[in-house]
């Protein structure tokens, strides 16, 4: 899979970590460090992708708005964020809106 197919933007997930990555486009992903622990991309439409090292993708499900807006609750934890439960979106989109707020450069 190359990364056309990806929606962008595109979050990342190092699986058991609340920390959350915010790529904008496929020229991030290029420029990405691939880590050396179990990773999942998801993009704006859901699909959930597993990187390999080479940076190849596999298809690996679809994660539900209410699944993203768990993982961008718990990150903003994280960040300190109060009352993180409110934290809510229409959309998958809407919802990337939201972590691209809580990043910090």
């Known amino acids: 899979m190359t990364t056309s197919t990806i929606h962008w933007p595109a979050l990342i997930q190092h699986l058991g970590d609340a920390e959350l990555a915010l790529l904008n486009d496929a020229a991030a992903f290029a420029t990405w460090p691939m880590p050396t622990t179990s990773t999942r991309l998801i993009d704006a439409t859901g699909q959930i992708l597993i990187p390999s090292p080479d940076k190849h993708l596999t298809v690996n499900g679809q994660a539900t708005l209410s699944e993203i807006l768990t993982l961008i609750r718990q990150h ?11 934290l809510g979106a229409a959309s998958i989109p809407e919802a990337f809106a939201i972590l691209a707020s809580l990043i910090k450069d």
């Open 76 to 86: 903003a934890l994280l960040e300190g964020v109060c009352c993180t439960s409110k």
